[in-house]
Antibody
């Protein structure tokens, strides 16, 4: 089964930027819609953004408000989330997940983003 | 925008007991694309039930899902020690999640 591995998390000041990556070891990466889902400490799950297999369609949660950009490199089986103008409330574990129709069938282990001064 | 409300917030039960978790949508869901996930502390979620009642690969048959319209239920027929976790429902296509139900050992 394909494995997803996120990286790029860390501590950043409010207003700063961070780029998250998600590496997919499977063989069908370019065929799959992919999502970023986040979870604030002690809180529930929250969808952030998703992108079609060929990158031609993208969608974002309302709270993103033009601050985040989702992208992918199918040649390298990599998914990205460029996060700009970060806020304290963006502090969360960010998961990448593979969509299988109406649900997520694979998840990475998550990468922690902490926004703090 | 559809909101999913899970109840109860916490369920305190003993191993061997039956667990019944509820997920209610603020609007009727015609497609029944309702998924249940289990999340253990420090781990990513894993899918249990999709399309309201279909068990995902490798999920024991003590987990079952039911419901339609606005009301959906996850039932764990007999709790095993490894079932104590947080459970989330999720709706497609807007990828909305409920706030979660924690099943804890009584």
């Amino acid at each position: 089964e394909a494995q997803l591995v996120e990286s790029g998390g860390g501590l950043v000041q409010p207003g700063g930027s961070l780029r998250l990556s998600c590496a997919d070891s499977g063989f069908t990466f370019s065929s799959n819609w992919m999502s970023w889902v986040r979870q604030a400490p002690g809180k529930g799950l929250e969808w952030v953004a998703n992108i079609k297999g060929d990158g031609s369609e993208k969608d974002y949660a309302g709270f993103v408000m033009g601050r985040f950009i989702i992208s992918r490199d199918n040649a390298k089986s990599l998914l990205y989330l460029q996060m700009n103008s970060l806020r304290v409330e963006d502090t969360a574990v960010y998961y990448c997940a593979t969509e299988s129709g109406s649900y997520y069938h694979s998840w990475g282990q998550g990468t922690l983003v902490t926004v703090s001064s | 925008e559809i909101v999913l409300t899970q109840s109860p917030g916490t369920l305190s039960l003993s191993p061997g007991e039956r667990a019944t978790l509820s997920c209610r949508a603020s609007q009727s869901v015609s497609s029944n694309f309702l998924t249940w996930y289990q999340q253990k502390r420090g781990q990513a979620p894993r899918v249990l039930i999709y399309d309201a009642y279909k068990r995902a690969t490798g999920i024991p048959d003590r987990f079952s899902g039911s419901g339609s319209g606005t009301d959906f239920t996850l039932t764990i027929s007999r709790l095993e020690p490894e079932d104590f976790a947080v459970y989330y429902c999720q709706l497609y296509p807007r990828w909305v999640f409920g706030q979660g139900t924690k099943v804890e050992i009584k």
